[in-house]
């Protein structure tokens, strides 16, 4: 019940598309859902969450959308650019459980 | 940074030692966390703490312990190191509503 599941594994666009990640979960505890970003040799980053409050959250071109019903979150980035090339892992709850990440190639 | 810091920041250990990593942060959060990092497994949870002498098992802690003595110090033991522990090592902290930030990450290779 801990696990989160994270497709797809590997996500291919071209520059200005949009790419879409969804991770699903099965603890309906689950109230907070963090979105990082990790380029190659760094720590991962936040680049956005949302609570079970809310069901969508926008920040410039990134958008998380949460369907607690469903129990699955997604991560929308639109106008991709070369520089959101990363891996990219969603997580849920306090015990921050993370999924597999998928990695995120835009090509230019 | 975040005032959170690993150190080590590489290690080359022989098979059968005993490894202690540590994180240290100067924020105060309540939660600290120790994860994994392998290819193709993401970032794998070890343990966490949400506070003082508080801590829980995540979904890969066998061969692991950790200890919180204190707010600001986060420990984790490998007791007897296998080549099956070589990974990134990340420390990662949060408080009740904020992000969680991470460490820069420590490379361990047994060999």
């Known amino acids: 019940g801990e696990n989160v599941e994270q497709h797809p594994s590997t996500l291919s666009v071209q520059e200005g598309d949009s790419a879409v990640i969804k991770c699903t979960y099965s603890?309906?505890?689950?109230?907070?859902f963090p979105w990082y970003k990790q380029e190659l040799g760094k720590r991962p980053q936040l680049i956005i969450d949302i609570r079970s409050n809310v069901g969508e959250k926008k920040d410039q071109r990134i958008a998380v959308t949460l369907n607690k019903t469903a129990k699955h979150f997604s991560l929308h980035i639109t106008e991709t650019q070369p520089e959101d090339s990363a891996v990219y892992f969603c997580a849920r709850g306090n015990k921050l459980v993370f999924g597999a990440g998928t990695i995120l190639r835009v090509k230019s | 940074d975040a005032g959170i810091t690993q150190s080590p920041r590489h290690k080359v250990t022989e098979t059968g030692t005993p490894v202690t990593l540590r994180c240290h942060q100067t924020?105060?959060?309540?939660?600290m966390y120790w994860y994994r990092q392998d290819p193709g497994h993401g970032l794998r949870l070890i343990h966490y703490?949400?506070?003082?002498?508080?801590?829980d098992k995540g979904e890969v802690s066998d061969g692991y312990s950790v200890s919180r003595s204190k707010t600001e110090d986060f420990l984790l033991t490998l007791e007897s190191a296998t080549s099956s522990q070589t990974s990134v090592y990340f420390c990662?902290?949060?408080?009740?509503?904020?992000?969680?930030?991470f460490g820069q990450g420590t490379r361990l290779t047994v060999v």
């Open positions: 603890d309906s505890a689950s109230n907070y």
């Open positions: 703490s949400y506070g003082v002498k508080d801590t």
């Open positions: 990662a902290i949060r408080d009740s509503f904020t992000e969680a930030f």
């Open positions: 924020e105060n959060h309540r939660y």
